[in-house]
């Protein structure tokens, strides 16, 4: 059974510091590693992928991979209050064609 | 104005009757997908269909059916055999194991 963990949270962070939402996950054949942002009653957004150990920078966002730790997390500097939303981490399987999808860490920042 | 159209936005259902949500896309995708999504949990996989006329199952079909007539089209039924239909629906289009999705569709039973 494929597996993505998330600590539901919520995690608070004051404005400005760095929010930092961390995913774990059990299949070692993943390939495909991305992180979704939700506004509350709306639907998912994507907001970074990342294939590749290491960081891949967008902007205010920093998507991180270990494979040997089975581990992704995503930072986001600078946080402000239109950050507040849950942060859903979701991990492709070419060879499925299938995504599955963690149960979302809420992230609250503090004016 | 291209995109995933899902209707309607709320859906109420009573007891026993057989709702259907409807998912439409111009963005010309052959692969669509049905999630369900309850507070606090995931997306888990309803249905999906990769090609026009033809469907499989995902993790949690049992009280759902669907159709694919149209590549266009990916309607999904909820019937009476599904004991807890309450839950926000999302239909979706994958690229490249990309997921982009409608707005969504709330279902509550009443």
């Known amino acids: 059974q494929k597996e993505v963990e998330q600590n539901s949270g919520p995690l608070s962070v004051p404005e400005g510091a760095i929010a930092s939402l961390n995913c774990t996950y059990s299949d070692r054949g993943s390939q495909s590693f991305f992180w979704y942002r939700q506004y509350s009653g709306k639907s998912p957004e994507l907001i970074m992928f990342i294939y590749s150990n290491g960081d891949k920078e967008d902007g205010r966002f920093t998507a991180q991979l270990n494979k040997a730790s089975q581990y992704v997390s995503l930072l986001i500097r600078d946080s402000q209050p239109s950050d507040s939303a849950t942060y859903l981490c979701?991990?492709?399987?070419?060879?499925?064609?299938?995504?599955?999808f963690g149960s979302g860490t809420r992230l609250s920042i503090r004016p | 104005d291209g995109g995933i159209t899902q209707s309607p936005k709320y859906l109420f259902r009573k007891e026993g009757q057989n709702v259907t949500l409807s998912c439409e896309q111009n963005l010309n995708h052959d692969a669509m997908y049905w999630y369900r999504q309850d507070p606090g949990q995931g997306l888990r996989l309803i249905y999906y269909s990769q090609i026009v006329n033809d469907f499989q199952k995902g993790d949690i079909a049992e009280g759902y059916s669907v159709s694919r007539e149209k590549k266009e089209s990916f309607p999904l039924t909820v019937t009476s055999a599904q004991k807890n239909p309450t839950a926000f629906y999302l239909c979706a289009i994958q690229d490249n194991l990309i997921a982009f999705f409608g707005q969504g569709t709330r279902l509550t039973v009443v």
């Open positions: 979701a991990v492709g399987y070419s060879s499925a064609s299938k995504i599955i």
